[in-house]
Every structure is written in C-alpha cells, then in structure tokens.
C-alpha cells in the first residue's frame, strides 16, 4: 500500500503539470503570434504606402504632361498670324515718348477700372475681329475662361470679354513673362481666384514675337489664358485607393488643398497633416501615416511634380491617402483569425491529450506491474 500512494498522486498531479505547462505556453505562442502579425502589418502598411507613392507619382507625371500640353497650345496660338499683326500694329502706333505713353495707357486704365468695361475703348477692344478669332478658339477648350493679348507696353488690344482693368503691364505675370523684351519666358501660375474670369484658374502666358532682320525675333507682346482648373481636378479626382481612399493636390507652400475629390472641392480648405506632410518631405521619405485635425488617422504617400517644374510657381504635391482602419482592414482580420485558429488548435490539443491520458494512459500506469509479474511467474511454475 504503501509503494501505491507515490505513483497515485504522480498519476493524479501528471494532467495538473500538463494543464500548467499550457497556460504558460498559450500567453508566449500568442505574443509571438501578435508579434509576428504587426510585423506583417508594418510591412504591409509600408507596401501599401510605397504603391500610394507610385500612385501619386503617375498623376504628378500626367499633371506635369497636362501643364505642357496647355503651355504648348497656348503657344502655338500666339502664333497666329492675325493676333501678330494686330500686336504689330498697335505697337506702330506709338510715336510720343514711352513715358508720355506710359502715362496714358495708365489714364485709360483707371477710366475703365471706374467704369467698369462699359467705355468704348473695352467695347472696341472686345469687338476687333482678332477677339473673335480668340472667341472661336476658347469654344473648342471649354476650361478656357479668359484669354487677353497685349502690346508691346502692355496695352490690351485683344480679349474674349471685358476684363477688369486695361493696363497689364504692372501686373507681375506680364513682367516676368515679358522680361527684358528680347527672349521673354513663358509664365504658368499656381491656382488662383480670378476675379475677371469668375473662377479659379490657372495662368498661362507666353510671348507675342515679332520676326526682325536676319531671323531675330523681340517680344512684341503677350498672350495670356485663363484656365479653369476643373481639368485638375479631373485628373486628381479620378484616383481611389479602396473604398473612401482618394488623392489631392496640395500646395507645398501653405498646405492649400489646390484640387480635392471633386470639381467643387477646389481652394476651399487647409491640408489636416502639414506638418507631417513636410517632415516626411525633409526625411526623405515618401509615405507617411498621419492623424488629421479632425482625429481621424491616414496612410499616405505623396509625390512631388518631376523636375524641372514647367514653372517655379507650381508648388504642387500630390497625395493618396486611405484610412488607416480601412488600409489594415484585411490584417486586422488576418490577425483574428489567425489568434482564434492557434487558440482553438491549443485548446484542441489540451483536450486530446486529458482524452489520451484518462483513457490510455492512465489505465495502463494504474496497473501493478509487479504483481503482474508474480502472477505470470507463478502460471509458469
């Protein structure tokens, strides 16, 4: 009785051992699990950051092509024949000192300022056959709200509507565009209420130039257009990352959102993430994940426009971003399943071996095996 009591209380404290040895496992295994899920998940999230990097990228690179499109167009109208005559012919005209000019194109201008177009000066303007012709091509392209034309001292001589003022020569994009008046340059404008046209716009302005002797040219005026930036928005709007992912357009400058996800969403609100915006810019990297003004957290990649800019005035960068919650969805749900499978195979794997022991095991160890071998001896003899 006595060599019974040890190997009873072993048979009963053997699934005790068992049951604790599994409590201490499950807690490890299950660390390790959530270790090795947010690992996936940190990659993943990088993944998808990288692929919000291109995504951006591409419509940075179908901005800059539509930039150069526009400015190629706008160019190739500058050189129409009629509208170089016209500029040719209103920069004859002066024959008094370019100061006494000056003076009153600066007179005419503040006369149409005070009335507001309705002279006969803007009516003469508007009605020249040469605004017409720039009627005509502003009906093929309808994000073309204005287009003007200039002298040489930037007088209007041409325009699709009465502008707001006659004078464009103080205007900075009619000197920077004009320049020293030999090359010129071509000018595109970063997105701006235009109070003329009645819509936010972008910029374009080329030089008017004047065949001299022996194929020299000189700036004998400009031309300027006016496009809606409906056409941005189109392009920005049309990317979607999962169900509520999109992209914008952002100034770099001021964190303007210059184009949102859709047509009316243009110049009307503050990026929620700048400064985590322009602390990736400066690190170098190209996705980011970011909480916004309004609490909610965002996985973004963003890209800048390529280099060299079209123009120093497009400060643009473009971003893709997609909700953090709704970007982890499927590791989220990948990390439920997988802890619910490796809690069930343990809690399986508990009860097969509690089964195996109290019907198998036990039974066999509860059996005197010393007995048995006395009574097998004794059959024998």
């Not at 050189?79 to 100061?99: C, F, G, H, I, M």
């Not at 041409?158 to 071509?186: C, K, M, P, S």
Request: aromatic share 8%; glycine share 6%; with cysteine.
């Amino acid at each position: 009785m006595e060599q019974e009591q040890p190997s009873s209380r072993l048979i009963e404290l053997e699934p005790r051992l068992l049951v604790l040895f599994l409590f201490i496992a499950i807690p490890f295994i299950l660390i390790g699990c959530l270790f090795i899920l947010g690992f996936v998940r940190s990659e993943m999230n990088q993944t998808a950051g990288d692929n919000m990097h291109g995504a951006a990228a591409d419509t940075a690179r179908y901005l800059e092509s539509y930039v150069l499109h526009t400015l190629t167009n706008v160019s190739v109208l500058a050189t129409t024949p009629a509208l170089q005559q016209k500029v040719a012919s209103s920069n004859r005209n002066y024959t008094k000192d370019p100061e006494e000019i000056r003076a009153q194109l600066i007179e005419r201008d503040a006369e149409w300022t005070r009335a507001r177009g309705v002279t006969t000066l803007a009516f003469d303007v508007v009605g020249d056959p040469v605004s017409d012709f720039l009627r005509r091509a502003s009906s093929f392209n309808t994000a073309y709200k204005e287009i003007l034309v200039t002298d040489r001292l930037g007088a209007l001589v041409a325009a699709t509507n009465i502008t707001t003022d006659y004078y464009q020569a103080d205007e900075d994009w009619w000197r920077r565009t004009f320049g020293d008046g030999n090359l010129g340059a071509v000018y595109v404008s970063n997105v701006a209420f235009d109070q003329s046209a009645g819509a936010n716009v972008l910029e374009f302005a080329v030089p008017v130039r004047e065949e001299l002797a022996d194929g020299v040219t000189d700036v004998s005026g400009i031309l300027k257009v006016l496009v809606e930036a409906t056409d941005l928005s189109t392009v920005v709007g049309a990317v979607r990352r999962g169900e509520t992912g999109h992209a914008l357009l952002v100034d770099a400058e001021n964190g303007t959102v210059i184009v949102g996800t859709d047509a009316s969403d243009v110049m009307r609100r503050e990026y929620g993430a700048m400064p985590q915006l322009q602390e990736a810019l400066a690190e170098g990297r190209t996705s980011f994940v970011g909480r916004h003004a309004d609490g909610e957290v965002w996985l973004t990649g963003f890209s800048p426009m390529p280099e060299p800019s079209p123009s120093p005035e497009l400060r643009w960068l473009v971003v893709v971003q997609e909700p953090l919650a709704e970007a982890n969805a499927a590791t989220r749900a990948a990390t439920i399943y997988m802890v619910i499978f490796f809690a069930g195979m343990l809690l399986l794997i508990l009860a097969l071996s509690l089964y195996m022991h109290f019907k198998l095991v036990r039974p066999i160890r509860e059996i005197d095996l010393r007995e048995e071998m006395d009574r097998l001896a004794s059959a024998e003899s």
